[in-house]
């Protein structure tokens, strides 16, 4: 069962959302990504939705971006909103479970910084692989909040999984736990097979809690827990330039992105199957010349991205032309 929580109030400080912070630097000014939170738009049906960016910047006066997802597709931000903080929210408009590699931050005046992107996180044991994608949805009242997380399992067994919504758990940050109110039927899972993305959602949970972790069978002795707080990490370089980027070159660092797919960050192997035939570097010698072949790939891209208004929506080459409507809507 599809999932949406219609009551919507963004908070700016998204506590389960927290992520290890990504930032990047042009040797002066320097650009912090502190978290990011997918959230539906108001049409059930809308094959779109909305990722709310929270982002910083020190040593410039402002900084332009550019999302690029696992198919190698380019998002200009739909909407900046400034906070009184200093920091900015900054909006895009993305179809929908899109799995993100990088980020193209350009501050003004000053060169792209290329920040890799999250990692997905999980977990596993005998049974099962446990993928975590995050929050897509937050409700807040004056007495309590909901959220909406997504997840994915993968049987790792030899025999058939059984999952419902009650094998999951989510604790704050003293450890009490929360138990789905709302979620997907439950799913038979056949050996070595995947669900689909399901969606979580507690309830009742108090306004001083921050939800931490989210736990599979919590209590059991095979019991799976991710940690918000320290198991989103960056994607490797490996993942998102290539093989090439493995040695921590300056080349590499600052290359224009290969097409390395962002699914195989933590996907199953024959998701990532069409990611690796597209990646020729194996067949190439020296770590310059992967780099080269990299750039190469992205070439069309990148002089496409040269010539557009970072911040004019409809310049993207991949996001939708009512953009501009879409985000101001959230």
């Not at 219609?6 to 990504?33: C, E, F, H, N, R």
């Not at 025999?159 to 989510?170: A, D, G, I, K, M």
């Amino acid at each position: 069962m599809r999932l949406i929580i219609i009551a919507l109030l963004l908070v700016l400080a998204l506590g389960s959302a927290k992520a290890m912070p990504l930032q990047g630097s042009d040797g002066s000014a320097t650009v912090v990504l502190f978290s990011a939170t997918r959230t539906p738009v108001a049409d059930e049906d809308a094959t779109s939705e909305i990722l709310k960016v929270d982002v910083g910047f020190m040593g410039t006066e402002n900084v332009t971006y550019q999302l690029i997802d696992a198919n190698n597709n380019v998002y200009l931000p739909g909407r900046y909103k400034s906070l009184s903080s200093g920091k900015q929210l900054v909006y895009f408009l993305t179809p929908k479970d899109s799995l993100f590699k990088l980020i193209n931050a350009t501050p003004t005046g000053g060169k792209p910084i290329y920040i890799n992107w999250w990692a997905t996180p999980k977990g596993s044991n005998d049974r099962l692989i446990l993928r975590y994608y995050g929050v897509t949805d937050w409700l807040i009242n004056p007495d309590e909040q909901g959220i909406v997380v997504q997840v994915r399992v993968q049987n790792n067994g030899t025999q058939n999984l059984y999952v419902r919504p009650e094998n999951f758990t989510l604790l704050d940050q003293w450890g009490w736990p929360y138990r789905p109110t709302l979620g997907f039927d439950p799913v038979v899972i056949g050996p070595q097979n995947a669900s689909e993305r399901l969606l979580l959602g507690f309830t009742g949970i108090s306004l001083v809690s921050r939800p931490t972790s989210l736990a599979y069978d919590l209590g059991m002795q095979d019991q799976i827990i991710i940690d918000s707080d320290k198991d989103y990490v960056p994607l490797s370089d490996e993942l998102v330039y290539g093989a090439a980027a493995a040695s921590p070159s300056p080349a590499a660092s600052q290359a224009a992105p290969a097409v390395q797919s962002a699914e195989n960050q933590t996907e199953p192997a024959q998701e990532a199957s069409a990611a690796v035939s597209e990646n020729t570097s194996t067949k190439i010698s020296s770590i310059k010349e992967k780099v080269a072949a990299s750039k190469a790939r992205l070439a069309a891209t990148k002089a496409e991205l040269d010539k557009k208004t970072p911040d004019s929506p409809s310049n993207g080459t991949s996001i939708a032309s009512n953009s501009s409507s879409s985000s101001a809507s959230a």
